[in-house]
């Protein structure tokens, strides 16, 4: 008894800074966060507070190590601490933090972005993604002068108002919001659908001709579970904007120069009406941006009469991380690398799962990865996720946490893979995960065997 107990303190990580940071985080915002998924509420044990990362690792302050592969949320497509983006970022702030003038960093990263990416004419540089997605549903309500908007059940585009809102129950086909603060008004204003599912957009588009001003959509739904859908439907939704003089909005904030530069627009080449990013355009600095088609564009302020503003949008220090980074991902063979570790990383996995008969999948697509305990083929809604899976992830979570390996503290939540992870650094990770795997399926024999 004596020596198990010694064995399994030895193998414990330590994590007393970390978990004494948050108690003292926990005084000071709620929940001890300043984003609610960091608070590790749908994982076991406290938040991992770090203090650096570096290439594909992140360490606590308690001086442990891991490999990353939340990645900033997905921001971070060359790694931790990225030399070109680092340099660029010192450089900057040598001359200055903010001006609220134009600067020429803000033509730079824009003409970076439009000149490689055929689906925009013109873009608009705010804060966050939040921003970006408000910024372009108000737009595509000004342009169409409409007011209401379809989402889809699965899609996250942020925290505004009119996205925060949950499909009705029963016949209603209005939203009700879901977060307290949302006027129900506001939230009768958006359709929630579920994805892949065509009838219903035909549906609403018949119940409320003329009244819907946009489609949006992430055209790779990666906020919750990783819900690939067919080219096929997005052309389906690309056509019933057109019939129905509506905008399609594609939410690129993760897709965007994630799958490949051009992200789901150039993938699937279907012409979106505006497109949203975030994430990795700042380089891991806060920039969102919206952009679109001239005479759309041409609606917004100063040029239209749809207001949009920001003190520090297009900030230099945030434009500077942004250039660099998005220079580093137009480099010849970037993406298709990436991909190819991604791919090596996932299949290391796949072939474990499916040599041991484990009910579960890995789902990918380019370096977005996610692991549910589900053995279904395809997982393409919200609704077909197993809720109770998620038990297992909680276990896989902390077992991985405990053997250096951070993925996102919820089994909803994707894993990311950057430049920064090598293929040695991969194949680590991926015995790793594997070994988390035998852990669980081990125990719940055990268990069973047990009953
Ligand atoms: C992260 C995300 C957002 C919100 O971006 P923030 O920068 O967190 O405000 C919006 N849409 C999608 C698809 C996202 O992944």
Redesign the pocket.
């Known amino acids: 008894m004596q020596q198990t107990l010694m064995v399994i303190t030895i193998e414990l990580m330590i994590k007393e800074r970390s978990d004494s940071l948050f108690e003292i985080a926990l005084s000071l915002f709620p929940g001890g966060v300043n984003s609610p998924v960091r608070a590790f509420q749908s994982v076991y044990g406290n938040p991992v507070f770090v203090e650096r990362g570096d290439g594909s690792y992140i360490w606590d302050e308690d001086g442990n190590k891991y490999i990353d592969f939340c990645c900033s ?2 921001p971070l497509i060359l790694g931790h601490n990225n030399n070109s983006v680092k340099s660029a970022v010192s450089k900057a702030i040598e001359k200055g933090l903010s001006f609220g003038t134009p600067t020429m960093k803000e033509n730079e990263l824009a003409s970076l972005v439009l000149k490689n990416n055929n689906y925009l004419d013109k873009i608009r540089f705010v804060n ?4 970006a ?1 408000m910024s372009a549903i108000r737009l595509a309500r000004g342009f169409t002068k409409r007011d209401k908007i379809i989402k889809f059940d699965g ?5 505004a108002d009119s996205l925060l809102v949950k499909a009705g129950s029963g016949l209603a086909t209005f939203g009700v919001s879901s977060s307290e603060g949302v006027p129900e008004s506001t939230a009768n204003e958006t359709i929630v659908l579920d994805l892949n599912d065509k009838e219903t957009v035909n549906e609403a588009f018949t119940n409320y001709p003329n009244e819907i001003a946009c489609i949006i959509i ?1 055209p790779i739904p ?2 919750n579970g990783l819900l690939i859908q067919d080219q096929e439907y997005l052309i389906f939704l690309r056509e019933a904007c057109n019939n129905n003089g509506a905008l399609l909005i594609f ?1 690129e ?2 897709s965007g120069f994630r799958l490949g530069f051009g992200g789901a627009a150039a993938f699937y080449d279907i012409q979106p009406d505006l497109i ?1 990013y ?2 990795i355009i700042g380089g891991g600095l ?1 920039v ?1 941006a919206y952009g679109g088609k001239e005479e759309i564009m041409a609606h917004i302020s100063p040029d239209g009469n749809v207001y949009q503003a920001g003190t520090l949008s297009g900030n230099p220090i945030a434009m500077a991380a942004g250039i660099a980074q998005i220079t580093a991902c137009l480099v010849k063979g970037f993406y298709s690398t990436l991909d190819s570790r991604a791919a090596h990383f996932v299949e290391i996995i796949r072939a474990h799962i499916k040599e041991k008969g484990y009910k579960m999948s890995v789902y990918s697509i380019g370096s977005i990865f996610w692991i549910a305990f589900s053995d279904k083929k395809r997982i393409q809604k919200a609704s077909d996720i197993d809720a109770d899976s998620m038990e297992l992830f909680k276990i896989m979570h902390s077992y991985l946490l405990e053997h250096g390996v951070y993925l996102g503290p919820s089994g909803y939540e994707v894993g990311f893979i950057s430049q920064a992870h090598d293929q040695k650094t991969l194949e680590i990770a991926a015995k790793t995960i594997c070994n988390s795997l035998d852990h669980i399926f081990d125990e719940k024999q055990k268990n069973q065997e047990r009953i």
């Open positions: 949320w997905g966050s993604g939040t921003e997605v899609c996250y585009h942020g925290h992430e990666a906020n939410d904030v993760i949203t975030g994430k806060p969102g």
